[in-house]
Each structure stands twice: as structure tokens, then as C-alpha cells.
């Protein structure tokens, strides 16, 4: 029972976790941290992308 993302909802959340992975990945943020941020965007793209709006690297966006 987990929750289903589809359509054009579905779409929208890979175009956003795409730019946020590629804003990460050209940040100024450790290499650590880089690599914990775009693991987390993977693993949990609806929940990471919103704590990665609000505490994720800052200096790319």
C-alpha cells in the first residue's frame, strides 16, 4: 500500500527531482553532502525534493 505517483503529477515530480539533482550536483555543497542530497532525491523523490527546497544546498538555485 504505498502511495502511487502517475500521470501527469508523475511527470511534474521527475522534471522537479531532475533539476534539483542537477542544481546539487553543481552546488558549491561537500561532496558528501552532494552525494546524501541526490541519494535522497532517489530514494524518496516526494519527501526529498520538499526538504531539499527548504534546507538543500543553497548556493545553486
Do not use: D, H, N
Not at 532525491?41 to 538543500?56: C, E, R, T
Amino acid at each position: 500500500m504505498g502511495i502511487e505517483v502517475g500521470g501527469l503529477f508523475g511527470l511534474i515530480l521527475l522534471i522537479l527531482v531532475i533539476w534539483a539533482i542537477v542544481s546539487t550536483v553543481q552546488s558549491t555543497a561537500s561532496t558528501g553532502a552532494k552525494v546524501a542530497w541526490i541519494l535522497a532525491l532517489l530514494i524518496l523523490p516526494l519527501v526529498g525534493f520538499i526538504i531539499w527546497l527548504f534546507v538543500g544546498p543553497k548556493s545553486a538555485r
